[in-house]
């Protein structure tokens, strides 16, 4: 069996991205606009289309990852960009683009050479960089197709000319004609994915930023709590596939609340008075998880 996302070639062996264009067009989901406009623009303005970039700290960090972490490491093997395999970005990409691991030595090095060029270069060659990594994100195809089955030995490896979602069905596409119901896209486990449990302990490296299904199944879930994901950030949000987190004022409003209590008093310091005021302010979490994570 050919894993998903990698196609094997004439000669049987397994054909991977060569180049960063050659993996943007591995998951060219440009077609989706077609049909799905609105979702489509929804999903333009959320974290997942620009998951390299993220809140604004992503790319700086996967920067540092290489420069400090990768390169100090002792076993690692890295001493230079032209070291760098797959498996040392997967640190990061794990989550911020996980169909890297589709993809040869040779793009794992590109990416940190646009991440330099993005950070360090002149106002022309960043303006590139960022045009390019722009283009490596997690789009349809990701979530509805490459991500979209957890339990593969029961419910089996998703297939190329599926897209799975919560319809059974023909789907109007050549490419991908048909449409299967997958129960856990609905359910929190879909996104713990990556919003996840703690350090990938798979890894060589173990290292997760991210911890918030661990938050949402040990202090939400576990005392009875019955919203999911993606009830509050999809649905309650009104914000469907644009997905936000704590940055977005919609969110704040639904995630804080703030209570406030003051009382101007005079104090008498010898033979000064000085006018004061005592506040107490009261911030409560309604959220299933910690604020902020990932």
């Known amino acids: 069996m050919v894993p998903f996302g990698l196609q094997a070639g004439s000669s049987g062996r397994i054909k991977k991205a060569k180049t960063v264009d050659e993996l943007v067009a ?4 440009s077609e989706c606009l077609t049909c799905h406009a609105d979702i489509a623009e929804q999903w333009q303005q959320s974290l997942h289309a620009r998951s390299i970039f993220g809140t604004g700290r992503t790319i700086a960090t996967i920067l540092t990852a290489y420069k400090i972490g ?5 076993y690692a093997g890295v001493k230079d960009i032209k070291d760098l395999k797959v498996e040392h970005l997967m640190i990061c990409a794990k989550c911020h683009l996980p169909q890297l691991i589709e993809a040869e030595d040779s793009v794992a090095q590109e990416i940190i050479k646009l991440a330099i060029d993005y950070m360090e270069g002149d106002e022309k060659t960043s303006a590139l960089a960022q045009e390019k990594l722009e283009k490596l994100n997690i789009n349809c195809l990701i979530c509805h197709q490459r991500n979209a089955i957890i339990h593969k030995w029961v419910d089996g490896y998703p297939q190329k000319d599926t897209v799975y979602g919560s319809k059974n069905g023909e789907h109007p596409y050549a490419k991908m004609p ?9 359910e929190s486990i879909f996104c713990g994915q990556c919003h996840g449990l703690g350090p990938n302990f798979e ?3 173990p290292s997760q930023c991210a911890t918030l299904y661990g938050y949402y199944l040990w202090s939400y879930a576990a005392k009875g709590g019955p919203k999911t994901c993606q009830d509050c950030h999809m649905r309650e949000s009104g914000l469907g596939h644009n997905i936000q987190a704590y940055r977005d004022k919609k969110m704040q409003e639904m995630a804080i609340e703030f209570t406030t209590h003051f009382r101007p008093i ?3 310091d010898g033979s000064v008075i000085k006018p004061l005021i005592y506040g107490l302010i009261e911030i409560k979490n309604k959220t299933g998880h910690a604020i902020p994570d990932g």
């Open 70 to 74: 990768l390169k100090n490491f002792p």
């Open 203 to 205: 890894l060589d490296e």
């Open 178 to 186: 048909k449409m299967k119901a997958v129960d856990t896209m609905k």
């Open 266 to 268: 005079y104090w008498r």
């Open 26 to 29: 591995m998951y060219d989901s």
